[in-house]
């Protein structure tokens, strides 16, 4: 893999292209969410995160990108709670590069706008309790749901599950300025 360190602080945007002979061109935007209080990086950021572009079909990026202008076959976005930071990618031609990068900061700048719908965060809400209860559909999960519990001081999976039914809109607006 590649070692990037960027001191994100310093800069506002930038655009890196790598040349060669593909198939296809990956498009990757990063973007960087500093100053999360727990509750945003722990709850919010995963309901965000499936509204955007985590929840397939459903996501925002998937409309604009996929659905609406054909532009890819595959685009997501995924978050690193870590590292704070919420990545989107997308298959597409290097061509429609300058398009993708703005059919992506639309869907952002609704997320800042609360332009989604309360069947948008429900959808979202119920997919994350889901996939918290399926942690205990087997035993190594179950054993990763205690481990992390242990070693993070995070609840259990769920223990977790009244967390997200408290997440509100205004929760994700905010965060989403970030």
Partial sequence: GIDLEIPYKDIKELDITESGHYEQDEFIMFYNIPNMTEKERRYVLPILNFILGGGG???????????????????GSRVNRNDNYLVISAGIDSKNKELCVKLV??????????????????????????????????????????YIHNTEDIPLSFDRLKYYEEITKEDIINLAKK
Avoid at 57 to 73: D, G
Avoid at 135 to 142: E, L, M, P, Q, Y
Wanted: net charge neutral; aromatic share 14%; charged share 30%.
């Fill in 57 to 75: 079909l459903t996501s925002k990026l998937y409309k604009y990108l996929r659905e609406e202008n054909s532009l890819c076959y595959s685009v």
């Fill in 105 to 146: 900061k639309k869907a952002i700048n609704e997320m800042i706008e609360g332009n989604f719908t309360n069947d948008n965060l429900l959808n979202a809400k119920k997919y994350v309790k889901s996939y918290l209860k399926m942690t205990h559909d087997d035993i190594f999960s179950i054993l990763e749901d205690y």
